[in-house]
């Protein structure tokens, strides 16, 4: 037997023993379902992380969460305040009160009750400045917190801010264990942090994996969810992910590798459960860390050098469709009629020519006897973005453009985007429900105020995209995202690729799983899971 397929056994058999019976070899039991993950987590501080917070939701509530439909849904809260409820009011001065009930009767795992302190410790720990968590987006927005009473929160908003409904997604701090503390050194927290959700870390064992334990008697149901224990491997390689998927020793893959799922249809043990995903995939275009991305003829020319149909066809096996901008039309502020980018190596090289990148004798451009090279960082272990940047390498070197690759495991690119160290990367964001792009695109959310890593310095689109966070009618607000959309294609920040079908292999006998189109993930609703006999 393979080493790799021992240690899977061992690991199963360690995590098994003293919690029921332990599961047949090679199937999920509601003793222990094995997650073939893809990479391990920075943190597990919801706030902090730079990745999806797979794992991270399993233990750490919101007070909201976007369901299987797309929908903003109460979690921790009662509700979701709205103008029409009253829980929303828009102030003579331009600001905006924002009411969160929050439900009675939860309590954190150690007993104590979740309260409106914690969302004011929340907002007051992100603004105080002594600690940047992940995007600090709508939370400099905020100017106060009241809390009349345990199970009611008054944020006070300096502005009207459309997203609020998402903005304690990644739900609330606990008061009573952080307050005082550095939080950049709160290990204890950081590592295993104190949640109200239906798991809770019963192990962390460094590059091999997390141990969630089920918590016994979760609130929304009064016991333990049916599913005891959730174990998440670390396998950044695809290729091995897939593998002990098929041989039984992981029982599911979320986010399945698009040019694998025609290898794991027949596999009778598993169901590929598929939704259209909010997200997108692109390459990332640094203006601030390689000059030369800062004229928009250059941009224009990497986008027409790409043939994305032919990546579909061939190495995505057709799984997802071509897209041309952040917004996807899942979501009603989708904007079709946008500037886009057609493979057109004529329009590309006419466009470098113009741009005063002249090609030498190697065929390979250069201006004042600077070469037109960059280097490009993605995933490793990926197979499918590996091969997608082997193909845009060739592309570009067609142009004239030299594009070199470095790949970085999954948990170490991420700190190194938010640091903004990188020429240019292929990844994805996975979106929200509500569809705000300010934190992408305007030029004063580069981080650690947001995720513009593209770097972008337009006053034209920033002014735009902040008149849409401060618009609180509907419609009115879509027109002006519309109107951002057009924008963003004009100028080219990036290089969009094509959406993110969402494919996750989960046990046959998996009963409860749906799958969600946003970044809330796969496990938004965990605490309904539940393994049916055969």
Known sequence: MHRAAVAGLMLIAAVACGGGDTPRAGGASNDLLIVGYDREPDTMNRYATHILEDIESCVVEGLVTNDAQMRIVPVLASEIPTIDNGGVVLRPDGGMDVTWKLRPGVTWHDGKPHTSADVKFTVDAINKGDWKPESVDGFDRISSVETPDPLTAVVHYKEVYAPYQLQFVRGTLPRHVLEGRDLNSANDYNRAPLGTGPYRVKEWKTGEYILLEAVPTYWRTQRAPKIRQLLFRFLTNTTTRINLLKSGEVHMVALVPWDKVRELSPVPTIRLNKVVGNGYEHVTLNQRHFPAFADVRVRQALAHAVDRILLIKTILDGQVEVVNGPIQPLSPAYEPNVTTYAYDTTKANALLDAAGWTRGANG?????????????????????????????????????????????????????????????????????????????????????????????????????????????????????????????????????????????????????????PTNAGPFWNVHEWEILPK
């Open 364 to 516: 390979m451009r250069s201006r004042n006897g600077a070469p037109l090279a960059f280097t490009l960082i993605t995933q490793s272990g990926f197979a499918i973005r590996e091969n997608v940047s082997q193909t845009l390498q060739q592309s570009l070197k067609a142009i004239g453009v030299d594009m070199q690759i470095r790949l970085l495991d999954g948990t170490s690119i991420s700190s190194v985007w938010f640091k903004g160290d990188f020429d240019a990367m292929l990844h994805w964001w996975q979106m929200g429900a509500d569809p705000e792009l300010t934190l992408f695109f305007a030029r004063d959310r580069m981080p650690p105020a947001g995720r513009n890593i593209n770097y972008l310095d337009d006053a034209a689109l920033t002014s735009v995209l902040y008149e849409s966070d401060r618009t609180a009618d509907v419609a009115a607000r879509i027109t002006l995202l519309k109107r951002a959309q057009q924008q963003i294609a004009a100028l080219v920040p990036e290089i969009v690729l094509y959406n993110t079908a969402k494919i996750d292999a989960v046990p046959a006998t998996l009963k409860g799983f749906t799958g969600n």
